[in-house]
């Protein structure tokens, strides 16, 4: 993994990409215990956006490399990196305020706890609201916090739901 998020790192220096962070399950791992997961979701934004973006450029940088292509993804030293334009409010939040970490001594930047609930739950799969039963119980996250992401993301009637139907079930 320190490899992969040095080239990531190198991405950046190279002006192909501004501001990443890890998220999804990977993300979640640095809150919860290890989940299985197939790919490494990095978030990323982008200095300016042209009005069609493309990730080509992200993908020939990293094959020129040797990196292959694997699917949506890059297999970037063993670990299939899926590269996910941060456009929306709530991503774009997400990666902003991604708390710093070092990685056997290279720097990576990570979603907190409370924008990763906060996307799970607007992504609304089987498996995120797993996750989020599981953040809940492992109760990493800062709830005041993450009521306001929900709030400003207007994700509160979610929530509701969310709680009635894995938290409080009758």
């Given at each position: 993994?320190?490899?992969?998020?040095?080239?990531?790192?190198?991405?950046?220096?190279?002006?192909?990409?501004?501001?990443?962070?890890?998220?999804?399950?990977?993300?979640?791992?640095?809150?919860?215990?290890?989940?299985?997961?197939?790919?490494?979701?990095?978030?990323?934004?982008?200095?300016?956006?042209?009005?069609?973006?493309?990730?080509?450029?992200?993908?020939?940088?990293?094959?020129?490399?040797?990196?292959?292509?694997?699917?949506?993804?890059?297999?970037?030293?063993?670990?299939?990196?899926?590269?996910?334009?941060?456009?929306?409010?709530?991503?774009?939040?997400?990666?902003?305020?991604?708390?710093?970490?070092?990685?056997?001594?290279?720097?990576?930047?990570?979603?907190?706890?409370?924008?990763?609930?906060?996307?799970?739950?607007?992504?609304?799969?089987?498996?995120?609201?797993?996750?989020?039963?599981?953040?809940?119980?492992?109760?990493?996250?800062?709830?005041?916090?993450?009521?306001?992401i929900l709030l400003r993301h207007g994700l509160n009637a979610a929530w509701c739901r969310f709680e009635q139907n894995y938290l409080n079930?009758?």
């Open positions: 993994m320190k490899n992969t998020l040095a080239e990531i790192n190198e991405l950046r220096t190279a002006g192909l990409i501004g501001r990443w962070a890890i998220g999804g399950a990977m993300g979640a791992t640095f809150y919860l215990e290890p989940i299985s997961t197939y790919d490494l979701d990095i978030f990323v934004l982008f200095e300016s956006s042209p009005l069609i973006l493309t990730l080509t450029p992200v993908y020939d940088f990293l094959q020129a490399r040797g990196h292959a292509p694997d699917g949506d993804a890059v297999m970037v030293h063993g670990w299939p990196v899926q590269f996910l334009p941060s456009e929306s409010p709530l991503l774009r939040e997400a990666v902003e305020s991604a708390r710093e970490v070092d990685f056997e001594g290279v720097p990576a930047w990570v979603m907190r706890a409370e924008h990763l609930m906060a996307i799970a739950l607007q992504t609304a799969r089987g498996k995120d609201f797993a996750r989020l039963v599981t953040f809940m119980e492992a109760r990493v996250a800062d709830e005041l916090k993450l009521r306001d079930p009758s």
